[in-house]
C-alpha cells in the first residue's frame, strides 16, 4: 500500500509517500510540486532507505530496519551491562531453579496433585518473574543456545555473543555455588538430580535426538517470537515453548535445553560420565541452536527475495503509470489530474 503524507506530517513543504511493507518502511519517495511528476523508487534492499525529503534522523531510522537484537528489551544497553545481566539473570535462575522440584513435592504432598503437572506451574510462574525483569537488563539472556542461534541467524556481534555467553557461563557457576552454600538443607534434597540425566530404559541414541530436537523447536520459536510485532507474543511465545518441550522431555533426558546450568550442577553432582553429558546436554542442544538459526536465517532470505521481486513488478507498474501521465500531460497539456486522485497514487 502507498499512503500519501501531508506536509504537516512529514515535515516537508511538498509531502511523502511512504511505501509500507508488513513490518518496515522500504523507501520514502519525494512528492514535487506537481503532483503528476511522483518520483517513486523502490529500494531493492529491504533494510535500506533513501530519504528524498531531509526528514530528521529520527524518521529516517525507520527505515533503517530492526535494531540489533539481543533479546527482548525495549531500550539499547551497552555490552558490559549486557554480559553483567546476563550473568545476573543466570545467577539468579540456577539459584531458583534449584529448588523446583522440592516445591513441586512439597505442593504434591499438601494437595494431592500431580508433581509433574505441579512443577510445569512452578516453571511457568518462574519463567513469567524472570521474562519481565530480562526486559529490565535490556534483553539479558540466561540460555547460551539462544545466543548460538542468534549467531547462526545472523543476528549481532559474534565477540558480543561470545562475551554474553561467557557471562551467562560465570553466573551459571556462582549460582550452583550459592545454591549449596546458602539455601537451607531440606532444599538440597533434588540437587545430585539438576545435572540431567538420561532416563533408564532410553537409548543414549533417543536421548541425543530428543536434546538436539527440542533445542532446534525451542530456538525456532524464539527466533520467531523476536520478529513479531506484539509484545505479548515475544514474551509468550518462547515461555510456552519452553513448559510444553519440558514436559515432554521429562520422560527423555529431564530435560536440560541449558548446557551451562546442566555443566554447574554436573560439576558437583556426577550422574553420568563426562562424555555422555557434554554429547548429550551440550553438543546436542548445541547443534540444534545452530540448525534453527540456519533454518530462520533461509527463510527470511527466501522472503526477502520474494520482496525484491514484488517491489521490481511495482517499480515497473508506475514506471508505465509516469510514463502514460507524462505522456497524456504533452498531448492534453490543458487537463490537469485531480488532486484527490493525485494523493491516491
Request: net charge positive; hydrophobic share 45%.
Amino acid at each position: 500500500p502507498f499512503i500519501f503524507l501531508p506536509s504537516e506530517r512529514c515535515g516537508s513543504a511538498e509531502g511523502t509517500v511512504c511505501c509500507l511493507s508488513p513490518s518496515w518502511v522500504l523507501e520514502i519517495c519525494r512528492l514535487r510540486r506537481n503532483p503528476r511528476n511522483l518520483l517513486l523508487s523502490l529500494s531493492t534492499h529491504t533494510e535500506k532507505c533513501y530519504d528524498y525529503c531531509n526528514l530528521p534522523a529520527k524518521r529516517a531510522k525507520m527505515a533503517a530496519g530492526p535494531p540489533e537484537i539481543g533479546g527482548p528489551g525495549p531500550r539499547k544497553r551497552s555490552l558490559l551491562a549486557l554480559v553483567f545481566g546476563d550473568f545476573l539473570v543466570t545467577a539468579l535462575w540456577v539459584l531458583a531453579s534449584s529448588c523446583f522440584a522440592e516445591a513441586s513435592e512439597y505442593l504434591a504432598k499438601y494437595t494431592g496433585m500431580d508433581e509433574l503437572a505441579l512443577g510445569i506451574g512452578v516453571l511457568l510462574s518462574a519463567l513469567t518473574l524472570f521474562g519481565p525483569l530480562c526486559g529490565l537488563l535490556g534483553g539479558a539472556l540466561f540460555n547460551p543456545i539462544n545466543s548460538i542461534a542468534l549467531i547462526s541467524s545472523g543476528k549481532g556481534s559474534i565477540p558480543a555473543h561470545l562475551l554474553r555467553m561467557g557471562g551467562q557461563l560465570a553466573g551459571a557457576l556462582a549460582g550452583s555455588i550459592a545454591a549449596k552454600l546458602y539455601l537451607p538443607e531440606f532444599l538440597q534434597g533434588k540437587f545430585h538430580t539438576l545435572s540431567g540425566g538420561i532416563k533408564d530404559g532410553v537409548a543414549f541414541e533417543v536421548g541425543f535426538a530428543c536434546e538436539g530436537t527440542m533445542s532446534f523447536v525451542l530456538n525456532y520459536v524464539f527466533l520467531l517470537s523476536l520478529d513479531s510485532e506484539s509484545r505479548f507474543l515475544t514474551l509468550w511465545m518462547p515461555m510456552l515453548s519452553t513448559v510444553v518441550l519440558s514436559w515432554v522431555g521429562y520422560y527423555f533426558t529431564g530435560p536440560s535445553l541449558n548446557p551451562f546450568v546442566s555443566f554447574s550442577w554436573h560439576l558437583h553432582y556426577k550422574r553420568q560420565n563426562d562424555l555422555e553429558h557434554f554429547l548429550v546436554f551440550w553438543s546436542a542442544p548445541i547443534v540444534g541452536a545452530v540448525a534453527a538459526g540456519l533454518a530462520f536465517f533461509l527463510r527470511h532470505r527466501s522472503s526477502s527475495r520474494r520482496d525484491r521481486k514484488r517491489s521490481a513488478i511495482v517499480a515497473r507498474y508506475h514506471k508505465a503509470q509516469l510514463h502514460q501521465n507524462h505522456h497524456h500531460q504533452q498531448h492534453h497539456p490543458h487537463q490537469a489530474l485531480p488532486q484527490h486522485h493525485a494523493h491516491q497514487q
